[in-house]
């Protein structure tokens, strides 16, 4: 039996029953993820194993740095050997770390390879892999159509002409669904001059005049509809903290001419204006019927020096912390529902400590207005918590003060075409904790009860709640 089998990270027989019988071969819904429309569309091959699974990705940057790989070979000018070299070096000492089993994962189930990678086999791994990537199943279509996925939803930016979304949905050989997904990072930019610069943008894009609060508001509207056509359904922000401040709309109409004049703020003035601009946002979402996504707890580019020199993304972020979060989470919310403008809404926690303060405000604001059960989701285990360690804590915090039974799932967050084993590795996770409680007997060995839960969470439940 190899490394990789059906009861990998399952430790129960109820547990590998839900995973071999119900969960394993489920359709995808991806609905965050950070490919580009523009390279599944062109579908061009990948040069080698190196580019497929190092190419910007940042979880493997850091742990490679953490093995004292030079950054030559890493972000640098080396050969894809011996990045791969690299990389093999770094896998055998990640025992412990997710990598380890995504890696393995991805090996598995895309190249049908069951040797664990390590310094002495690594050159005939990559070899292997290389010769495989020459034939046409390992596309980036071929490649997300054997992962099953119906659905994929990029991240873009508010003013992009989405060409490659209208494009492949005018294709008629691909029946994948890639939508777009509404991230406007410009709004909440903390830089004035960058704030200038995209209400002028925006201006220009709608033909609309941005010189008042109002203006600015229906300005974004008609951005938010162009994406509505093109297949959006779901928004996403990245605030490193949630900070709610009220303030009167003449003092918001103020604050927005200043900042839009490329004046600087105060961080006081500036929580005023985001809060006002988050309601604003929230109540277009809600009026176009999407869901919001709010990814909150991450503190970027902390490494200047190196900032500097590799730009974002490229692995210098942390979990970051706030006080006030229980306040500001829960007024956010009561501002926008004062309005009639709090939407369907998933709330991604960074830092798990405060994964019960989440879980217990978004029961607050559960209804039944959007026609589907828990409208306020807790969002799955994210980024640093996309570990089994992270999911078991953000599902049993969810179980603990809402219903299991109604969360959406899994998402890849991921910029690789490799990263569907993701989902797997997440229903495994959930199987197992399941499992465990039915042999514990905290819970009935109720199949349908039991069926339902798992196609649910790992499926039926996206489909319900985005209806893309």
């Known amino acids: 039996m190899g490394f990789i089998n059906d009861r990998f990270m399952i430790d129960n027989e109820v547990g590998v029953r839900l995973y071999q019988d119900i969960a394993k071969d489920l359709p995808i819904i991806d609905y965050h993820c950070h490919l580009e429309a523009k390279d599944i569309y062109e579908n061009n091959a990948f040069e080698d194993i190196t580019q497929l699974w190092l190419a910007g990705d940042h979880y493997k940057w850091r742990a490679m740095r953490a093995n004292g790989i030079d950054e030559r070979r890493i972000t640098g000018d080396a050969s894809s050997e011996e990045k791969f070299q690299a990389w093999a070096e770094t896998v055998e000492a990640s025992f412990g770390n997710p990598l380890y089993h995504w890696t393995h994962l991805e090996l598995s189930h895309y190249f049908d390879c069951h040797l664990t990678l390590d310094s002495h086999n690594w050159r005939e791994v990559m070899e292997y892999c290389n010769r495989l990537l020459r034939q046409p199943d390992f596309t980036p279509r071929r490649l997300m159509e054997r992962s099953k996925v119906e659905v994929v939803c990029t991240t873009d930016a508010p003013l992009d002409s989405l060409e490659y979304h209208r494009l492949l949905q005018q294709d008629n050989t691909f029946g994948i669904k890639v939508l777009p997904t509404f991230r406007p990072d410009d709004v909440f930019s ?3 001059a960058r704030f200038a610069e995209f209400t002028t943008k925006l201006a220009q894009s709608t033909d609309e005049e941005v010189k008042t609060f109002a203006q600015f508001s229906v300005a974004i509207q008609q951005r938010i509809a162009w994406f509505h056509n093109a297949g959006c359904r779901i928004s996403d922000h990245g605030p490193a903290c949630i900070d709610y401040q009220a303030a009167t709309p003449e003092r918001v109409n103020a604050l927005f001419s200043r900042k839009a004049s490329a004046e600087t703020l105060t961080a006081e003035e500036e929580r005023q204006l985001n809060s006002a601009i988050f309601v604003m946002l929230a109540g277009h979402y809600k009026a176009f019927g999407w869901a919001m996504q709010i990814h909150f707890g991450a503190i970027r580019n902390t490494n200047s020096r190196m900032h500097h020199r590799l730009g974002i993304n490229t692995g210098f972020d942390s979990i970051n912390d706030q006080s006030r979060l ?123 009860i039991l069926t339902r839960m798992i196609r649910n969470i790992c499926h039926d439940n996206a489909k319900n709640y985005f209806k893309f």
């Open 190 to 192: 903390d830089d004035p």
């Open 326 to 448: 229980a306040s500001s989470l829960n007024h956010l919310f009561d501002a926008m529902m004062q309005e009639n403008a709090l939407p369907k809404t998933i709330l991604y926690n960074l830092n798990a400590i405060y994964n019960d303060i989440v879980a217990t405000t978004i029961a607050n604001f559960q209804s039944a207005e959007f026609g589907v059960k828990s409208p306020m989701q807790f969002g799955s285990g994210w980024w640093f918590n996309d570990t089994r360690r992270g999911m078991e804590n953000q599902l049993n915090s969810l179980a603990d003060q809402g219903l299991l039974m109604h969360f959406v799932g899994m998402l890849t967050d991921s910029r690789s075409f490799v990263s569907y084993t993701r989902h797997d590795y997440f229903r495994r996770i959930l199987c197992n904790l399941i499992g465990g409680w039915v042999e514990k007997g905290e819970v009935p060995n109720n199949k349908d």
